[in-house]
């Protein structure tokens, strides 16, 4: 959700901007004001574009829910975009899209006397959230390395290999080659992950396996880890959607790992 600083609506798409820049500069760090909007009477917007394009989630974004008091009609947006190219989320690099049209959102006051906006309905919306496995690679061999040293083993490579299982659902199986001092090993860490309709994600099945001393240790070193994993899950995007519901979810990898969806108002 939107969380504008104020406890009176903008007047102006002037002063919406101005409020929406801020608002996101709260969450984010970017090196840009990243609204920018075409009115046509507001508050009735032509276009409403944010672009998060390289900004970076700030460790302790402000978070706001709507009061007790009923939302009531804010703005009317003919075409929403969002696009987010290297969005970096805590350790992990994401590209992020989401288009939608005729999109109607709502206003109502948080209890610290702010605005919260959100989506109360859109048509034809459109999110595709991709990561490449290159990226989450270099993740997970940064984990690994960081953890193994303290104990003296070596993380020399790591791969990943991802399969889907289904729409919704997809194993993961990371490959990775540890040495301390002389001797050398293979380790071999699975798992599954799962994607739910609100795109949050679950990882599951969790194991570690190798053959010798060193695996044994390196399993011993990474299983703590594995083990906090187990069962948690991952919201991949939290959305101002309202009353909109994802449909047609679908997590597929490949080139990439891609997760797309479309919303659309309850009827």
Known sequence: MLLLKTATFPSSAAELTRLLNECLRQTFIVNADPTSLHEDSYPHLKELNISLDGARLRDNPPRSSPGSSAATPALLVDRLTLNASALTLGPATVDVSLS????????????????????????????????????????????????????????????LKLRSKGSRSLSAEVNLRARK???????????????????????????????????????????????????????????????????????????????????????
């Open 181 to 267: 001092s002389f001797f050398s090993a293979s380790i071999r860490i699975t798992g599954q992950l799962d994607l739910d309709e609100e795109l949050n994600a679950r990882i599951s099945g969790l194991a570690c396996t190798g053959d010798g001393a060193i695996a044994t240790l390196a399993c011993g070193v990474l299983k703590p880890h594995l083990q906090k994993l187990e069962g948690r899950g991952f919201p991949l995007m939290s959305l101002p959607l309202g009353e909109i519901r994802l449909r047609d979810v679908q997590m597929m990898a490949g080139d990439e790992l891609s997760v797309t969806a479309e919303f659309g108002s309850i009827t």
């Open 100 to 159: 939608a049209r005729t999109v109607q959102f709502i206003q109502a006051p948080s209890d610290d006397n702010a605005i919260v906006l959100s989506i109360d309905n859109a048509i034809d919306g459109k999110i595709e959230i991709s990561a490449s496995p290159s990226d989450l690679e270099a993740l997970i061999a940064k984990i690994a390395k960081s953890e193994a040293g303290k104990h003296g083993v070596t993380i020399e490579s790591v791969q």
